[in-house]
């Protein structure tokens, strides 16, 4: 079935540094591919995605690229807040088989960023 | 106007207990789905259903009910509550399939 992996966490970083958050997935057809962010206390929100290959999601000065080469969509961003301080999922969708569109997340990677 | 809502936002209770989560999305979206997130943060779908119907069963236990009495909402039902039912339950909605997914802001559920 589908599969997704992150890179494990947590991860913690100064402000203004540079961000980089891997996901690769395992998946038959062609998913889209997401980025979701998860505020304490708060629900999920997305915060870029991908529907097809080599497209560039980007949202927020967050950036991610669909590989299908290496089936990887990996979270990039040149310098981040304290504010950005949050979870982040990688998680894919497939409308083929018996998937129809269910979401399927990587573990999730907690972010930390200090002043 | 929030988009997709969830009551309540927190649940205690009692093992063996019954209770129900609800959910309401007023985007006019014609998939509806529950995700359970556990206390290590990981998520799983529980069940999606297109206009009414439901079309995602994943291995959830026969305690767990969905019922969605039309598009807009789609409620959760839990009989004999176990402690491992804790978690966050999150509501989802989408136009298409696949799309991107509208997340309600959680239930906390604790059972005692």
């Known amino acids: 079935g589908d599969s997704v992996t992150q890179m494990e966490g947590p991860v913690t970083l100064s402000e203004e540094a540079f961000l980089t958050i891997n996901c690769t997935y395992t998946?038959?057809?062609?998913?889209?591919l997401f980025w979701y962010v998860q505020y304490p206390g708060e629900g999920l929100q997305l915060l870029l995605k991908a529907t097809k290959a080599d497209d560039k999601g980007s949202n927020k000065g967050f950036e991610a690229t669909y590989r299908k080469e290496t089936t990887s969509f990996h979270l990039e961003k040149g310098s981040v807040q304290v504010s950005d301080s949050a979870v982040y999922f990688c998680a894919l969708s497939n409308a083929g088989g018996t998937s129809y569109g269910k979401l399927t997340f990587g573990q999730g990677t907690i972010l930390t960023v200090h002043p | 106007d929030t988009a997709v809502s969830q009551t309540p936002k927190y649940l205690v209770t009692q093992m063996g207990n019954d209770k129900s989560i609800k959910c309401e999305q007023n985007?006019?979206?014609?998939?509806m789905y529950w995700y359970k997130q556990d206390s290590k943060k990981f998520l799983k779908i529980m069940f999606s259903?297109?206009?009414?119907?439901?079309?995602i069963n994943e291995t959830v236990p026969n305690r767990f009910s969905p019922k969605s009495p039309d598009k807009a909402h789609l409620n959760l039902h839990i009989n004999s509550l176990e402690l491992g039912d804790s978690a966050v339950y999150f509501c989802?909605?989408?136009?298409?399939?696949?799309?991107?997914?509208?997340f309600g802001p959680g239930t906390r559920l604790t059972v005692l």
């Open positions: 998946a038959t057809g062609y998913p889209s």
């Open positions: 989802a909605s989408s136009q298409d399939i696949p799309d991107t997914q509208y």
């Open positions: 985007l006019g979206h014609d998939t």
């Open positions: 259903y297109n206009n009414k119907e439901l079309i």
